[in-house]
């Protein structure tokens, strides 16, 4: 008699793959030539599963009828395997014959999970008694090291290695099985939730076990009844981040573009290059932004979709996706940690040069090195070149860089006075990111849980106090401490460092009115901070400092939709006093004392100008808008077509 | 009521930490969101690699088959070929005997046409003399014609009939040999 062919189906969901080792396996199996049932088998590896169970199969006869092994050919494979990957092989044969396979399939076998159980004094439900608990948990791979249970927000030692007798029953194969057992190492604290078990095993892992047991234990000596731990959580609403749709017209002709910039990703210029590369690459352009140092601080922003280098890479080689190199090379400022950089980069390849403007650079290395900038302006090369530090412009080099440009881009209209006569210039409009900067309304019931008194007001400043804005921002604490003493406290928030002692004695002062939450690692954990507040302010007056810059958090206050105060500069030409914000001549601390007052006295003005914020954002701030402006710019620049002010 | 001075350190401190926490709130969702979704990128990478190795086993399986298919093949036409170089092997005896046959006819051939050759010279050679033997044949009979004109011309003369006597009583009296 000829060898059986089968005939067969495994019908057990693909790919087989299962947890902790139990193998099941459906199927059904028959030789049409042969009127015998065939004995099933599954080998995986050395390891061989037989039939469990015969299943009757009522579809199987009718594909083919009258054969009398139809009915039954139905099969259900069950055992235990390592964890593993396995070639598996079903094999079918008839009496005594050969085994033949009929079917392979690649077979997972995940090792067991680490498990744990508590079963003293209770094995399920809730335990509310100041006992010890006790149970034992077992990971098949490594033996416990240290062990705790997690219940609320109480984490609690247990002394492991109890003997145990049932586990290693049920747990032959694992050797540790034998001394799984554990005990809380004292009576249980208050604390209120369900019981997770902890463990640190010997290969180093860290592993946790749900388990069947809930604590709520009331009180403790150290936790009296007026605390009632089993209170819902209060959140912190708004932590959402938008989907930015897509642009609407992608550039006609996608252009390869590097930014370089002065400093890492961490600073407040990369989260500008950062916005306008992200949206420029989504109108398909291919952008790079290269920084001085610290590239891994990239992290700092979310699905970056440049590429992020450092400067020494862009140096030694800089290719794009393309194969080619840079169409244009946008250095951002003039300053002496980008200004040789952009110069040979240009040297090397056929690409445009913008220059970014968005400070006062004379004003500022005056500041920098508390001289004048008429005097600075005054001394020989050598001595610029020894007192001009690498995050400064050198007031000479920095007009050879503008004077190269082929076009120069600016943050403010005011900056175009710095730029040499015929230079195309663009005014680049900064925005807030809409992924996380919108409005937002108060957060009452988390502002409840901080306990704030009758009518106590919040303002936020998120920001570092350095040289250049430490008086102003001393304006602001200022008006913090005469608006506690005349009326409704006052609270601000602040988030940033201090680079420089702007309090003086005056620092005790002001501490019980600031809370001071330090330096904010992601910029885009702000907007929930920022929505606890009433208002925002903007410190500062019309100066040689301040007539030259944009405030960058401005877009992020006014997208929040807050009333806005702040002073008669920069973008306050823009702004209409009274119905987009609070516009003061001098946002001084008297300044913002009045404007505060009055904003708390007059509920309407408040609405206006929270309206004011929103409508003024939406209308005026948008990073997707600028990047197409922006990329405008470079292919008028690209093609010479420009020359003077490119959006008076 | 304002709480007293060492517990409003404490509110401001519980404020400032309860913010802070929010923001760690906001780190673990951030790390949480993060890992789960490489998580299940993972699960469903290692699904489908093992929906592939699945693939490659079912045409490893094909593969297999076929090769056996092959293997048979192969037999069977190694038997075809053995047949196959048997009759070659008499087919070329043969050939060499027919190529050994027509050498032999060739040389036979070579040999003809040289007969061919001497007989053709032999006959253009006897047909030249045929010619010549024919012109003269043809001026033996021109002289032929001409000498019976004469004979006829002079036995019509006067002076012939008038001497016929004197060769009558020759022809009477001179016996002509034998």
């Known amino acids: 008699m000829s060898a059986a062919d089968f005939r067969s189906e495994i019908e057990s969901p693909l790919p087989l793959r299962f947890v902790g080792g139990a193998v099941t396996v459906d199927g059904w199996c028959l030789a049409p030539d042969r009127p015998e049932m065939p004995e099933v088998r599954l080998v995986a590896g050395e390891h061989v599963l037989r039939r469990a169970t015969s299943e009757v199969r009522a579809d199987v006869p009718r594909l083919f009828p009258g054969h009398p092994a139809a009915l039954n050919c139905g099969f259900r494979i069950s055992g235990l395997l390592p964890a593993g990957v396995f070639l598996a092989r079903f094999e079918a044969r008839i009496g005594s014959e050969a085994w033949r396979t009929f079917k392979e399939l690649s077979l997972v076998v995940e090792p067991l999970p680490f498990m744990a159980v508590i079963d003293e004094p209770v094995a399920t439900g809730t335990l509310s008694d100041r006992v010890k608990a006790g149970g034992w948990a077992l990971d098949p791979a490594s033996p416990v090291e240290k062990l705790t249970l997690r219940y609320g927000h109480r984490e609690i030692d247990c002394v492991i290695g109890r003997p145990r007798r049932d586990v290693p029953a049920a747990h032959a194969t694992v050797p540790q099985a034998a001394n799984s057992g554990f005990e809380t190492a004292d009576f249980l604290v208050a604390g209120h939730g369900p019981v997770r078990v902890r463990a640190r095993l010997a290969d180093g892992r860290n592993v946790v076990a749900p388990t069947r047991v809930s604590f709520s234990i009331a009180h403790d000596e150290f936790h009296g009844p007026e605390i009632d731990l089993t209170a819902p959580r209060v959140p912190l609403p708004g932590y959402a981040r938008r989907i930015p749709a897509a642009p609407a017209s992608p550039a006609a002709r996608p252009r390869n573009i590097i930014f370089l910039l002065p400093g890492s990703f961490a600073s407040n210029s990369a989260l500008h290059v950062a916005a306008l590369a992200n949206e420029l690459s989504r109108l398909g352009h291919a952008c790079t932004v290269a920084v001085t140092h610290d590239v891994a601080t990239i992290s700092h922003h979310e699905q970056p979709l440049f590429r992020a280098i450092s400067q020494e890479d862009a140096l030694s080689a800089l290719v794009f996706p393309d194969g080619r190199g840079p169409d244009v090379i946008h250095c951002w400022t003039t300053r002496e940690n980008v200004r040789p950089a952009a110069e040979t980069l240009r040297s090397r390849h056929a690409a445009r040069l913008v220059v970014h403007l968005e400070d006062n650079e004379q004003q500022l290395l005056a500041l920098t090195l508390h001289r004048r900038a008429e005097d600075l302006a005054g001394l020989g090369d050598e001595e610029l070149d020894r007192l001009v530090p690498a995050d400064r412009s050198h007031p000479r080099r920095s007009r050879t860089l503008l004077a190269a440009a082929d076009g120069v881009t600016v943050i403010t209209k005011r900056l175009a006075d710095f730029v040499p006569a015929g230079r195309a210039i663009h005014v680049i409009r900064p925005a807030a990111d809409e992924r996380y900067f919108f409005s937002r309304p108060l957060p009452d019931e988390f502002r409840r849980e901080l306990r704030l008194s009758p009518g106590e007001s919040i303002l936020f400043y998120h920001g570092n106090v350095h040289e250049a804005n430490a008086a102003e921002v001393r304006e602001l604490y200022l008006a913090l401490v005469a608006l506690n003493r005349q009326g409704p406290p006052v609270r601000l928030i602040r988030t940033g460092i201090d680079t420089v002692d702007f309090l003086g004695p005056m620092a005790a002062e002001v501490a019980p009115f600031v809370l001071n939450l330090g330096h904010i690692l992601h910029h885009r954990y702000l907007p929930p901070l920022m929505a606890l507040a009433d208002f925002f302010v903007q410190p500062g007056a019309p100066d040689a400092f301040n007539d030259y810059r944009f405030p960058s958090k401005l877009p992020e206050f006014f997208a929040l939709g807050r009333p806005v105060v702040l002073p008669k500069t920069n973008l306050a030409a823009s702004l209409r006093h009274g119905i987009d914000a609070y516009v003061l001549d001098q946002a001084d601390a008297a300044g913002i004392v009045r404007a505060i007052g009055a904003l708390r006295a007059d509920a309407a003005l408040r609405d206006r100008l929270a309206q004011g914020a929103r409508e003024f954002a939406a209308a005026n701030f948008s990073w997707p808008r600028s990047a197409a402006a922006l990329s405008a710019f470079y292919d008028a620049v690209l093609r010479h077509q420009v020359t003077g002010n490119a959006n008076p | ?178």
């Open chain 2, 1 to 178: 009521m304002n709480p007293a001075p060492d517990q409003a350190e404490l509110v401001h401190r519980m404020r400032q930490q309860l913010i802070l926490v929010q923001v760690r709130i906001m780190e673990l969702e951030d790390a949480r969101d993060e890992t789960a979704g490489r998580l299940a990128e993972c699960q469903q990478l290692l699904r489908a690699a093992q929906v592939v190795a699945d693939g490659k086993i079912d045409e490893a399986v094909h593969l297999g088959k076929v090769r056996a298919d092959l293997q048979s093949r192969h037999e069977e036409l190694q038997h075809v070929q053995h047949a196959t170089n048997e009759a070659l092997k008499a087919a070329r005896r043969e050939h060499e005997a027919a190529t050994r046959t027509i050498a032999d006819l060739q040389v036979e051939t070579s040999r003809l046409g040289e007969s061919c050759a001497a007989l053709e010279t032999r006959r253009r050679d006897l047909e030249d003399r045929l010619r010549e033997a024919n012109a003269s044949l043809a001026q033996h009979i021109a002289r032929i014609g001409d000498l019976d004109g004469e004979v006829r011309a002079m036995k019509q003369s006067r002076s012939w009939r008038w001497t016929s006597w004197w060769r009558s009583i020759e022809r009477a009296f001179v016996r002509k040999p034998r």
